[in-house]
């Protein structure tokens, strides 16, 4: 399970230093989301066995989380050196990737978030509401996709701006971090991709959409 940083051309989101506490708490509700999100995609598409995972209750739900050391340690260490990233407006989408044995996409659960910078009126709870809504429709997507093959894995892909990427690359502690530019396997888009819509988040703090995309091709469908 490899962390990737891929390259994308989007626009950055500016904002105001006296606003930044309040979007570093609205990236850390995002992170968590996206840790207990991907929890949720290993757990109901098998990648791992049902015995490493334990039931907690997040947002006021029933979800299930990993309880094995290695695998929790890699997933805290990307999200922890992405979540600095995410709060500049540097990273555009998030894409947990599960692929077969060769390596090739078969499935992309895709996450592209706007931060709007207006917090003064978003409402924790409103918040909540949409994350909550968010995971009860990522637990049953499973019924809406076809079987994996055997012996699947997945990686985690930020797509940033370039001007990013090259500054990372640039940097001291690159080498350092769980993130390497990612090996084009199946390109940006699959090719004739089921594209499964799961759901849209939209408050005064940010906009979340987030959606399936599983390989028609590689799983047989066409």
Known sequence: MDAASSSNNGSKVDFNKKDQHKVDNVVSVVIELLEVALNMILYVRNIYPDGIFKKYRKYNIAVLMSCHPEV????????????????????????????????????RYCFEMKFLGDNSKCCYFDVE??????????????????????????????????????????????????????????????????????????????????????????????
């Not at 340690?73 to 600095?84: E, G, L, N």
């Open 72 to 107: 929790n340690s890699y997933i805290k260490d990307v999200f922890a050196s992405i979540q600095p990233l995410i709060s500049k407006g540097d990273i555009e989408k998030v894409v947990f990737q599960i692929i077969n044995k060769d390596g090739c996409p078969v499935e």
């Open 129 to 222: 509401e949409h994350v909550r809504a968010l995971l009860l429709k990522l637990n049953v997507c499973e019924s809406l996709l076809s079987p994996l093959p055997a012996e699947c894995s997945f990686q985690i892909l930020a797509h940033t701006k370039r001007s990013t990427l090259t500054a990372m690359e640039e940097s001291n502690n690159f080498q350092d971090s769980p993130w390497v530019v990612a090996e084009d396997k199946g390109g940006g888009v699959l090719e004739d991709a089921n594209i499964i819509p799961i759901r849209s988040c939209s408050n005064q703090a940010f906009i979340l959409q987030c959606y399936a995309e599983e390989n028609t091709k590689l799983k047989g469908l066409t």
